[in-house]
């Protein structure tokens, strides 16, 4: 018997040790050999334009550039639910940056998520979705970067509890999440929507905010694209299960994508405003493409709605509802929307929604309503914050007002709350 508990015991300790042994091999990575920073006639002056657009593409700034501090040099603290990480100093310093790294260890990086140094990168930089990205394009990022002014910038600690904070952990979470391979055309699919494809899963990497995570923060493959809070704001669905009352079709995407505004969705804010205004220098032709990928995720592009019949339902349910309610959230709409936002002549404007149209008003978290009405929208830069003026009741019952008057969706619960808590998260 004890012969037999020992020999078992044994067997144990042996596949643990393969199974260490595994992982420990997956995990181990070279250190790649540094080199001298290239001098920056080193590239074309046309590759560093490409990197330059593709850096905005990717909206790399909105990561790797904390408020207040140098472009691309780090620093800014990116919050998740395992603790505070720090995005790391994209300048070609030699010291705090990436000055002494080749293109290759710049390609690894990217493509499998491991430093120059050999140690794995935490996934909130979400190079399961740069692996899709060719070689071409990351040369010339490589190529940008390291032609910015070099910033010395001294790396903050992340603050990850015990043992998150061990870098060997990733090789676990590499083994059950991370699948990479190259990016394949679908050849039953036009360039339009190959090129969209490309760009939202690749470098723009678009489901790291729209897509739901499971507990170990990794997206869930199944739930692509079905919205999640970020940020404290909320990423909205952008398949069918969109709430919005009216489809988000090619023409809607391109519009919102190359101005940050729709006159039958609104106006960009927050974190995809950031997302707008690094699309500015990405030509016409890629924001077409990615409104038609979208459109086709979505369904918009096989949908048939009629647009002047919704517009006209939609403010004639406000009209009927604003006939009977006259609570303290009708009163303030009155005084501190209407002015802008009253479109009874059934002409919708871009920079002044309508709001029975809005996305926000319609979606399923209350977290972009909020944050526009306590901080203002600063995409065209026409409307004021109310957050000295309107209280925390107040603003949820002008919310609540405007979620039964201007949609057919359901309540929102504990607005007031919600209000509290994103009026701190600016602080």
């Avoid at 050999?118 to 032609?147: I, K, R």
């Amino acid at each position: 018997m004890i012969k037999k508990i020992v020999t078992g015991l044994l067997l144990m300790l042996a596949l643990l040790l393969v199974a260490a042994g595994l992982v420990a091999a997956w995990y181990w990575r070279p250190a790649l050999a540094p080199v001298n920073p290239p001098s920056a006639d080193a590239f074309s002056g046309q590759v560093v334009e490409q990197g330059r657009i593709l850096a905005g593409i990717g909206n790399c700034a909105a990561c790797h550039t904390a408020k207040g501090g140098a472009d691309y040099a780090g620093g800014r603290g990116i919050t998740t639910p395992f603790g505070t990480i720090y995005a790391g100093n994209l300048t070609p310093d030699t010291q705090t940056g990436i000055g002494r790294w080749s293109l290759a260890a710049f390609q690894r990086a990217m493509r499998e998520g491991v430093r120059r140094d050999g140690e794995h990168l935490y996934p909130v930089f979400p190079y399961a979705h740069f692996s899709l990205v060719n070689e071409a394009d990351l040369t010339a990022l490589y190529a940008y970067f390291m032609t910015r002014p070099p910033v010395y910038a001294a790396p903050q600690a992340n603050s990850l509890a015990f043992p998150l904070n061990l870098r060997a952990l990733q090789a676990g979470w590499k083994l059950l999440y991370f699948k990479p391979a190259p990016f394949q055309t679908n050849p039953a699919q036009g360039l339009d929507w190959n090129r969209g494809r490309y760009l939202a899963e690749g470098l723009a990497h678009c489901a790291s905010c729209h897509t739901p995570r499971n507990a170990l923060g990794a997206e869930i493959a199944s739930s692509a694209y079905l919205g999640r809070p970020v940020a404290h704001w909320y990423a909205p669905a952008l398949t069918s299960a969109n709430t919005a009352p009216l489809p988000w079709t090619a023409d809607e995407l391109y519009a919102f994508l190359r101005t940050g505004a729709t006159a039958l969705h609104g106006v960009a804010a927050g974190p995809m405003a950031q997302v707008v205004q690094g699309l500015q220098g990405a030509p016409d032709s890629d924001i077409r493409a990615l409104a038609v990928y979208f459109a086709d995720v979505s369904g918009a592009a096989r949908s048939k709605v009629d647009v002047e019949s919704v517009v006209k339902e939609g403010i004639a349910h406000s009209q009927k509802v604003s006939l009977v309610d006259n609570d303290r959230g009708a009163s303030l709409y009155v005084a501190a929307c209407a002015a802008c936002h009253s479109n009874s002549d059934g002409r919708p404007v871009a920079l002044r929604p309508e709001l029975s149209l809005n996305s926000a008003v319609s979606a399923p978290d209350p977290a972009n309503l909020i944050q526009v009405i306590l901080h203002g929208s600063h995409q065209a830069g026409l409307m004021p914050g109310f957050a000295q003026a309107l209280s925390d009741a107040d603003i949820a019952q002008l919310a609540a007002y405007l979620r039964r008057s201007r949609s057919h969706q359901p309540a929102w619960p504990e607005l007031e709350a919600a209000v509290a808590r994103l009026r701190a998260s600016s602080h």
